[in-house]
C-alpha cells in the first residue's frame, strides 16, 4: 500500500509515542539501523523495531533489504512530520505538542516513551496561578490552591516547563 498524505498524522494522533522516533528521523535524514535510532533516542532498540512496525505499516519509512536492515522516512513522510514538528517543543527528554484543547506530553525513558493528555485550561490556570503567586511554588502547592490532583498540577508544571514559560529550580517552578 503506497504512503497517501496526512497518514502520518493520523497515526500520531492514535499513537503519539512515535513521535519520539519520528522527530529523530527527521533529524537525521540519512538511513539508520534500528540500533541506531535507539542510540540517539536513548531507549531500547525492541522499542525503536515496533515504532518501525507502525511505521512500515502506513508506508511512512523506506527500509534496506540487507542486513543490517536500515530505514528512513520517505520524502512525503517527512514533509509531513516536518509540519507537525513546528508546533511542538523539546526540552531534557521531554515534548510538548499541542492538539486542539489539549496538549500532549511525551517523555522518553530507556524503556518506554510515555504520554500523557494535558487540558489546555488546566494549563492555563496553573499559569495564572503562578503569576498572581510571584513566588517558587511546588507542584503540591499549585494543587492545593487550584483544587486539581496534584499529579495534573504536576504535569501542567512541566508542560509550562517545556515550552518555556516556566523555570524551574530545586523542584520549584515559577514564572
Not at 3 to 18: D, E, I, M, N
Not at 59 to 75: F, G, K, Q, T
Amino acid at each position: 500500500m503506497p504512503y497517501t498524505r496526512g497518514s502520518l498524522g493520523l497515526l500520531l494522533a492514535r499513537k503519539p509515542w512515535l513521535l519520539p522516533a519520528v522527530i529523530t528521523m527527521v533529524k537525521h535524514p540519512f538511513a539508520m539501523t534500528t540500533s541506531e535510532i535507539a542510540e540517539r533516542l536513548g531507549v531500547k532498540s525492541a522499542l525503536i523495531k515496533r515504532a518501525l512496525w507502525w511505521l512500515s505499516k502506513i508506508d511512512a519509512v523506506a527500509c534496506s533489504e540487507s542486513i543490517p536492515r536500515r530505514c528512513r522516512l520517505r520524502e512525503q513522510a517527512r514533509r509531513e512530520a516536518m509540519g507537525i514538528l513546528q508546533s511542538s517543543f523539546q526540552r531534557e527528554g521531554r515534548l510538548v505538542l499541542r492538539q486542539g484543547r489539549e496538549y500532549l506530553l511525551i517523555a522518553v525513558k530507556p524503556t518506554r516513551i510515555s504520554v500523557w493528555t494535558v487540558p489546555v485550561e488546566v494549563v492555563e490556570r496553573v499559569y495564572e496561578a503562578l503569576r498572581a503567586g510571584g513566588g517558587c511554588f511546588k507542584p503540591g502547592d499549585v494543587a492545593n490552591a487550584l483544587g486539581i490532583p496534584p499529579r495534573l498540577a504536576s504535569l501542567s508544571l512541566t508542560v509550562l516547563y517545556v515550552v518555556g514559560r516556566a523555570s524551574r529550580r530545586d523542584g520549584c517552578y515559577q514564572v
